[in-house]
């Protein structure tokens, strides 16, 4: 047996004794045990993961009883990277999970539901045919979808969520296979070794491509497919939502990356573009709604579909520029997409879990309600404030070194050894860096209200102001978090190199590191070293913020009244920006966009027109494309259910009609 096999051996087994242990285990102590055991299973899956990506071999072999071939399970390095990937946020998710169970989170349903979703989300990656990737992909939607039901029963707002997570679910599900049933049908086989010998020229190939690309999508949160998304996560846990948004969306990129990297290589340049146009659009609206929520969940579920679109958005560049024969720019593209992938985990993960924790101390997720934490809850504070860095793509932080490797990509893109490439690359290029350059925008103006408010600002309600710290095993899943967002920042040339020998034979991106394991794409003559600059810029500091220090004991501040204030030392909340007068002017700016409704309440001093006693104003922003386009769908549907229930009377004469002309239909079909 081999390591990798042993791996995957030990995956099953802890599967089995954390379903065993969560129906067995009493409730005073199964959050502490069976916890312990998803995040031994999530374990496992990193060893296994490294000892593929490594370059590990073995299979695992699971007979069935159906008259088909035996399920196979074998990793190859981009299943590999995945499958450590998720089992990375898998074992923060079960620690937090540990700490954060009340009576719903402890329940047998909830911890059966949690490994069983670890589970499916791990050997997704490792499936080498169209049945075992499907089976396992089920697995982890039904895994997710029961742990959702978990709190059912204690949030009535849960029931919504689920059917539009279940409904999109499933569509999705449909996609995928249909697709897969398009290249089987093509190759005569189910293995993912027959499908790749699909010609990419062929209608079949881009037919396949393009029910793949909505199925997968739908996953990984695309607009627009992405309308479960602001609804479920922010009714889910904090180490639910951390684990769906952290590393399940990521299964989704897996699909893609499946598709345009083993199967059907070497695609034409439109697929590069649809990805392109996709992820684009789905990075802009996805930031543009996080901007203007006040809901802290909402925020980072929407913000979620902004880094998926990033992903995608570099997919498709890779693609296109493949098509072009610009293969540095093209691997250099692939490489910013898995390094935003890993990225997104690392901190988007730790941001839920984050929110979690807040949600916990104090029952609220309304940012106009929130304040004061920072001196409340001060490693939540801090753990969140480093995960908020790396969404903003702030330097030193995995988020901006992700970016700046896409943005060399797309830049150095444009051109082939000095001569421009296709008019679709060339005028492609340049709308991507705007488009990124937009979204880093927004997403710094983002998070800076999402931090600044919830952490900074002063207390707007008694529940923020007796929030207290979450337990120790809950800021040690944070504190973890938070150190992977900054290590990934700052020592980012080991991952990139093992992200380069993931997506090869196919691709040989030339990547390496340099300096203090900094980054150096020596295709595209791009080099970036966050260490080295780190340090330089504290030997410069240093000698700075001595001198500070010096001045400061020679001159104490004096407190004084601030002139500004009618002569009040403190300011009160209510003269403090909220969120969403934070976010009034990007209202403004894309009203067209994000179609706000507003109600104003005005009550007069008795019988005065000119007196005001209170001025009432609520304003909130609705998902555009859910009320534009699946509303007018889902209530056309409704009409028809309404009309076809008529046909259903109760009258066995009209049945029997019903009969008839049926079988009237299919002879004069046949006879013709």
């Known amino acids: 047996m081999t390591a990798l096999e042993a791996g995957m051996l030990g995956q099953v087994l802890l599967l089995a004794l954390a379903v065993t242990g969560a129906l067995l285990v009493g409730t005073r102590w199964r959050s502490r045990v069976i916890g312990t055991l998803c995040a031994l299973l999530a374990a496992a899956g990193i060893v296994t993961g490294a000892i593929a990506l490594f370059g590990g071999e073995g299979s695992l072999t699971i007979p069935t009883a159906l008259p088909m071939d035996p399920l196979v399970l074998s990793p190859d390095r981009l299943g590999g990277l995945v499958m450590m990937v998720v089992s990375a946020v898998g074992v923060l998710a079960s620690l937090f999970g540990i700490g954060s169970a009340r009576v719903a989170s402890a329940s047998r349903t909830s911890w059966v539901s949690m490994a069983v979703f670890l589970f499916g989300m791990q050997l997704v990656p490792a499936a080498t045919d169209i049945v075992s990737f499907l089976l396992f992909w089920e697995i982890m939607t039904l895994g997710s979808t029961a742990l959702l039901l978990a709190h059912h029963a204690t949030r009535g707002t849960v029931a919504s969520a689920i059917v539009w997570y279940s409904a999109m679910s499933q569509l999705s599900f449909f996609f995928v296979l249909a697709g897969f049933a398009v290249l089987a049908a093509a190759t005569g086989g189910t293995g993912f070794s027959g499908l790749a010998t699909v010609d990419p020229a062929s209608w079949q190939a881009s037919l396949a491509f393009v029910l793949l690309l909505l199925g997968f999508g739908g996953k990984a949160e695309l607009v627009p497919l992405h309308v479960w998304v602001p609804r479920v996560l922010p009714e889910a846990p904090g180490h639910v939502a951390a684990a769906m948004s952290g590393a399940m969306v990521n299964i989704g990129v897996y699909g893609a990356l499946l598709v345009c990297v083993r199967l059907l290589p070497n ?97 609220e997720m309304n940012l106009d309600r929130l304040g004061g934490l920072g001196s409340r809850m001060p490693w939540t504070a801090a753990t969140f404030g480093a995960a908020a860095m790396g969404a903003a793509a702030l330097p030193v932080t995995s988020g901006f070194v992700a970016e700046w490797m896409l943005l060399q990509a797309l830049i150095h893109g444009s051109r082939v050894d000095g001569e421009v490439v296709s008019v679709t690359a060339s005028v492609a290029m340049p709308l991507a860096v705007a488009v990124i350059a937009l979204t880093a925008g927004l997403a710094l103006l983002t998070f800076v209200k999402a931090y ?26 944070l504190v973890l978090g938070a150190l992977g967002v900054i290590a990934l920042g700052l020592v980012p040339g080991p991952l990139a190199v093992a992200i380069a020998s993931a997506v090869g034979p196919a691709f040989a991106p030339d990547v390496r ?110 998902d555009v494309i859910e009320t534009r386009f699946y509303r007018p769908m889902l209530n056309a549907a409704q009409r028809f259910g309404i009309l076809a229930r008529r046909a259903q009377n109760g009258s066995i004469h009209r049945y029997l009609s019903y009969s008839f002309v049926a079988l009237l239909s299919v002879l004069i079909v046949v006879s013709l």
Do not use: C
């Open 513 to 622: 590191t340099v300096g203090l394991a900094g980054v150096d794409a020596r295709g595209i003559d791009a080099v970036l070293d966050p260490t080295t600059f780190v340090v330089l810029a504290a030997l410069l500091l240093v000698p700075v913020l001595i001198a500070l220090f010096a001045s400061a004991r020679r001159h104490p501040t004096r407190t004084s009244p601030l002139p500004w204030a009618g002569g009040g030392s403190r300011l009160r909340p209510r003269m403090q920006y909220t969120a969403t007068s934070y976010a009034e002017p990007l209202v403004r700016v894309f009203d067209d966009v994000l179609r706000p409704s507003r109600d104003v309440e005005v009550t007069h001093v008795g019988e005065s027109r000119y007196l005001v006693e209170r001025v009432h104003v609520e304003q909130s922003v609705s």
């Open 267 to 363: 695609g034409p340049a439109w697929w590069g573009v649809l990805l392109m146009a996709l992820g684009g659009l789905s990075a802009l609206y996805g930031i543009l709604q996080a901007s203007v929520a006040s809901n802290l969940k909402v925020l980072l579920a929407y913000s979620t579909t902004e880094n998926m679109g990033l992903v995608f958005l570099g997919l498709g560049a890779s693609v296109l520029l493949r098509a072009d024969d610009a293969t540095a720019a093209a691997d250099a593209a692939l490489v910013a997409a898995l390094l935003l992938m890993v990225s997104h985990a690392a901190f988007k993960a730790t941001l839920f879990l984050g929110a979690g924790a807040i949600a916990r101390s104090t029952g």
């Open 452 to 477: 600044g408010i919830a952490f900074l600002a002063r207390p707007r309600s008694p529940k923020a102001t007796q929030a207290r710290e979450v337990p120790v095993i809950m800021r040690v899943s």
